[in-house]
């Protein structure tokens, strides 16, 4: 969950809160937890910015790869889980929309195993493999967690902007549904299946390339990993270290604490959300300036070429998702379906470049993730407008 705060709307009388409350949104934070004191559009730019100077930051000679590391991970295992404790905390929950929780557990486990599915067609780039220094085995598995998850940072404030009668509401059901435990759980468990080692427990930093070459054969089995799949050529206790990998995450833990807080009707001190507001400020700040100095566009045209099929892979899902909400899911009202298609073509999670980095991806790889990221949030959002517009209209 990337963005969790709501923008002003109104309610109907019958619709209330978990706790008692008539539907009372508040102002919606942009990309940068911005946009109700910058506005929409200069938030957007902010946030252009902020991706240049990372950008023009990769060739300033301070930021060594060590230095990199250091704020890549100061901002996901600090300021991101503190962001999330208190997007949890305080997000409110519509009792008149509970039906989409399970809803959203059900087209997210369906997402999963289609873009295990896609992934069979991931094409097997030797130029890519050689760079990164990782198996077939490892592409595929980056390209199922690629497919996968929402970024709903730039979402929630298109939905807003909208002005979709209970639209916000729908939308975080549907994330905390399934999407935040998808993205700050399940995907590590994902990651640490198809990592070179496939052992949780030892992980290995991105400034270390070397590391994990020597593979067992079984990862060099394209045949085998395409005909089986997911679980294709396990090691004994593989599905463990997986787990463990999930249960370790600090972004988990840190989601079921601010989850957890929420039910038991724990109350936020003032001077707690306002320092913990202004952390979820700097680490979207944080968050940005990272995709500009790890995303590089200065690609191979077979690097190129691996990124669209990948990313071809997902819209493919997308679609597919969107159609089967439209025509086959039953859903509270036409405009929980029509912002649940929106939010399902949104862009993949910022937080995957952390998981890639963490479970030995290697930094080609964490490279071509941040980039093809970035390729796919332009796509989404102008698909997102396009939606919006049409359902506006219409």
């Not at 400034?207 to 090691?235: I, N, T």
């Amino acid at each position: 969950m990337e963005s969790s705060q709501l923008a002003a709307s109104g309610a109907p009388p019958d619709v209330r809160f978990w706790r008692g409350r008539d539907m009372r949104l508040e102002p919606a934070e942009g990309p940068v937890g911005l946009s109700y004191e910058l506005g929409h559009l200069a938030s957007l730019l902010l946030v252009v910015v902020l991706i240049g100077l990372g950008m023009a930051a990769r060739h300033v000679a301070w930021f060594t790869v060590e230095r990199s590391e250091l704020l890549r991970y100061v901002t996901f295992k600090v300021l991101f889980p503190l962001y999330l404790l208190r997007q949890l905390w305080v997000i409110n929950l519509s009792f008149g929309l509970v039906s989409l929780l399970p809803v959203s557990l059900a087209v997210h486990i369906l997402w999963f195993f289609l873009s295990q599915q896609l992934s069979r067609f991931t094409p097997e780039a030797s130029e890519v493999m050689e760079k990164s220094g990782r198996p077939y085995a490892t592409l595929v598995g980056w390209a199922v967690l690629m497919s996968q998850g929402e970024n709903m940072a730039f979402t929630y404030p298109l939905i807003a902007e909208a002005s979709l009668p209970d639209g916000l509401a729908v939308a975080v059901m549907w994330d905390l549904g399934a999407n935040v435990w998808l993205c700050q759980g399940l995907l590590w468990g994902v990651a640490a299946i198809y990592s070179p080692q496939v052992q949780a427990s030892a992980y290995a930093p991105i400034d270390q390339p070397g590391e994990g070459e020597d593979l067992p054969d079984m990862f060099l089995d394209d045949l085998k990993v395409r005909r089986l799949g997911f679980f294709a050529g396990l090691p004994a206790g593989a599905k463990d270290m997986a787990m463990q990998a999930v249960i370790s995450s600090v972004l988990l833990r840190a989601c079921l604490v601010g989850i957890g807080l929420n039910l038991i009707q724990v109350p936020l001190p003032g001077i707690l959300d306002d320092g913990l507001r202004y952390v979820g400020s700097l680490c979207k700040v944080m968050l940005y300036f990272l995709v500009g100095l790890y995303a590089d566009f200065n690609l191979s045209a077979n690097d190129f070429k691996f990124v669209v099929a990948v990313l071809s892979q997902r819209l493919l899902a997308q679609i597919i998702l969107a159609v089967l909400v439209m025509i086959a899911i039953p859903m509270p009202s036409i405009v929980a379906r029509d912002v649940i298609v929106v939010t399902i073509l949104s862009s993949g999670p910022s937080v995957l470049m952390h998981i890639l980095a963490e479970t030995g991806y290697g930094p080609h790889l964490v490279k071509l993730c941040v980039t093809g990221s970035l390729i796919s949030t332009l796509l989404c959002l102008t698909l997102q407008t396009a939606l919006l517009v049409h359902f506006h209209r219409g």
